[in-house]
């Protein structure tokens, strides 16, 4: 979750400076809360029970994503992964992402490429260095800024051909939401205008909490489907944009663009926008709330509801969730009860609340796998598809794990919430890409019950139960000795293999420094050599 100092890119708030040489799935088969004893300390510190000792249970209910399509997670289907190759090698590729601000907007109102010659020298020098390649955000409020249909790409055809001159190859993350929220509303990339004017007649394009605050980083899944756009749905939106990006640049697949992640939601990843930053409404480590009150969100949730037989159900959101910055002790719907995340009731939301989720990565990693199939066939090419997911590390150690939930992933201490994320990105052939990795228990603050590192072990472990790759970056900005360790050291999967590649977030001034150069090196060297 890039969006704040302590999760997804904590680096990304370095906006200046020159760079310089230095010298659903079936419901059938949820796991779901077992009865616990009413009389222990409920938020005491607890292990993930290992996938194989988790009781699987029977829901009553048939599905609660609505219309959506869904599949079984109990089909264990071999990945699609035409564009995946084995990791059963000993290097890591690094990727350094580009600068936080390395577009701007002319007075003219126009996106331009700020800082040209110094990012010239700085891309000889990382390539000097032995880097693999760079990471390009490439922005939707960029690129089909003014006027829908429109794609105007030549600010990425002039970037892409300095880094390929510079002799290094291109992660391309495509970016479906806005970075303004890092700028305090004065500066970033914003969604496209003629999105932003629809949202100012329709503010229900984009979540809303409830106290009924929109987020206008990332369009609602609940529009996903919904033909508000001219006449076009969200997901046809994207799909739009992915194959005048595939048409524009198929030339780079596979010789200079290696991977390509696949926006799903704010700072491009997977999840709702229950932690917002930028605005006050949240800090660390506070649980956040959940992000389902815009009106389509909701007339599904009550359609849903009435589906089966509970149209209680489908008025609001759960009672006593607390508010951004609560803790969970205390808050009676992470605590046990019965109006608890163990309730039917709880159970029944959680469902719907994160398989919405699901179904939103099905139905845009669909579109993207085609679009990158049929250019693959056509050319003989490789390239990689990737989905980010959040890393929500904080309260990790509860029974009910309170931030990822309201983030949307139902994961507890009895339920393995990345699961049915591992087996839509299997189907889709895409790797998963996971934070944190610069990140140990031992640095986070014990009494927030956090671990980074019980996260990356379970995402580890649906990784290899679906066949699929694992390629991550580090959340906090680290040039120190032990910090490029630990990357180092946790670019090893606990079965030896390697990630398929590390991003580094981010390029900025403070690379180039002489201590931090002096480290940076070496890191990118070992990186590349037999590890």
Partial sequence: MAETGVIGCGCRGVTGGNFFHPGGF??????????????????????????????????????VTGNSRIFSMDAREKSRSFVLVSSRHKRVPVFVMMPI?????????????????????????????????????VWWGIVERFCPLEF????????????????????VALCFHSNMHLFGGKGGISLPLWIREIGDVNKDIYYRDKSGLSNNDYLTLGVDQLPLFGGRTAVQCYEDFMLSFSTKFEPYFGNVIEEISIGLGPSGELRYPAHPSGDGRWKFPGIG??????????????????????????????????????????VPFFEEGNDSFLSDYGRFFLEWYSGKLICHAD????????????RQEEEKSSVML?????????????SSHPAELTAGYYNTALRDGYDPVASVLSRHGAALHIPCLDMADSETPEKYLCSPEGLRRQIHNVSK?????????????????????????????????????????????????????????PFIRQMSADM
């Fill in 26 to 63: 079936s419901l059938k088969s949820c796991f779901l809360e077992q009865s616990t004893k009413r009389n222990r300390n409920f938020f005491r510190s607890v292990s993930m029970i290992p996938p194989s000792k988790r009781g699987r249970f029977i829901t009553k209910w048939r599905s």
């Fill in 101 to 137: 601000d390395t577009f701007g907007i002319d007075a003219s109102g126009c996106p331009k490429i700020k800082r040209l010659k110094a990012l010239t020298v700085s891309l000889k020098a990382l390539k000097l260095a032995g880097v693999h390649g760079i990471a390009v955000e």
């Fill in 152 to 171: 105007k790409w030549s600010l990425y055809e002039e970037l892409f051909r300095l880094i390929s001159e510079a002799g290094l190859k291109l992660h």
């Fill in 289 to 330: 709330e959940f992000q389902c009150h815009d009106k389509y969100m909701m007339e599904d949730l009550m359609a849903v509801a009435s589906q089966e037989g509970k149209p209680q159900w489908g008025s609001r959101d759960p009672p006593n969730t607390g508010c951004y910055n609560s803790f969970p002790s205390g």
């Fill in 363 to 374: 139905a845009i990693l669909a579109k993207a796998a085609d679009v990158l199939r049929r």
């Fill in 386 to 398: 990737v989905a980010k997911i959040g890393g929500i590390y904080w309260w990790y150690k509860t």
């Fill in 465 to 521: 139960k679906w066949t699929i790759q694992v390629t991550g970056r580090n959340t906090s900005e680290r040039f120190d000795e032990m910090g490029l360790r630990q990357i180092r050291e946790n670019c090893v999967q606990p079965n030896g293999d390697t990630l398929r590649s590390f991003t580094f977030c981010r390029m900025n001034e403070k690379i180039f420094r002489g201590e931090n150069w002096n480290n940076f090196v």
